[in-house]
T-cell receptor, first 111, second 112 residues
């Protein structure tokens, strides 16, 4: 079955710096990709969903890159601010299959 | 309302005793999931319901049961809790199965 590896487990950056979180997956049939953000004490909330047909997706203050050849998904926060401090999880699924998650990255953004 | 509710939020159980956790959603989603989350580990898929069809993961098949009496409710049942069941249990729903999931706040189960 699908295996998802997420790195790094912990990441600490200064305000204004960039932060990059990466996931690799094993199932070549994976087609749907997700990034979730979990703030302390809160539920996982969707940050962005990506379909296999799109390699670059931009959100507010971040970019998601999908490299299908290398089976790698990355979340790039371009200029992190303290409000970005949270746990981030990637999730991957093939059609008609439940998403599988990475182990998460705890991001800390210091002023 | 995009809320997924879970009850209870905290559960203390004794080794060998049963545990029943409840999840509900009012978004009319056809798929509901249960994940087990331990510290520093990925949320592990235990099972999911697509409509009335239950799909259980092979490695947890014997350990967890579930029921979905209607579209809105889904339960997770542990017949005999062991220490290794101590974890956060996350319920989620989506429609369709590969779409964005909506998560509940989780139930923290502690087995003593």
């Amino acid at each position: 079955g699908e295996q998802v590896e997420q790195r790094p487990p912990h990441l600490s950056v200064r305000e204004g710096d960039s932060a990059v979180i990466t996931c690799t997956y094993t199932d070549p049939n994976s087609y749907y990709f997700f990034w979730y953000k979990q703030e302390p004490g809160a539920s996982l909330q969707l940050l962005m969903k990506v379909f296999s047909s799109t390699e670059i997706n931009e959100g507010q203050g971040f970019t998601v890159l999908l490299n299908k050849k290398d089976k790698r998904l990355s979340l790039n926060l371009t200029a992190a601010h303290p409000g970005d401090s949270a746990a981030y999880f990637c999730a991957v699924s093939a059609s008609n299959n439940a998403p599988r998650f990475g182990a998460g990255t705890k991001l800390s953004v210091k002023p | 309302d995009t809320t997924v509710k879970q009850n209870p939020r905290y559960k203390l159980a004794r080794v060998g005793k049963p545990v029943n956790l409840i999840c509900s959603q009012t978004m009319n989603h056809d798929t509901m999931y249960w994940y087990q989350k331990k510290p520093n580990q990925a949320p592990k898929l235990l099972l999911f319901y697509y409509d009335k069809i239950l799909n259980r993961e092979a490695d947890t098949f014997e350990k967890f049961q579930s029921s979905r009496p209607n579209n809105s409710f889904c339960s997770l049942y542990i017949g005999s809790a062991g220490l290794e069941y101590s974890a956060m249990y996350l319920c989620a729903s989506s429609m369709p199965i590969y779409a964005e999931q909506f998560f509940g706040p989780g139930t923290r189960l502690t087995v003593l």
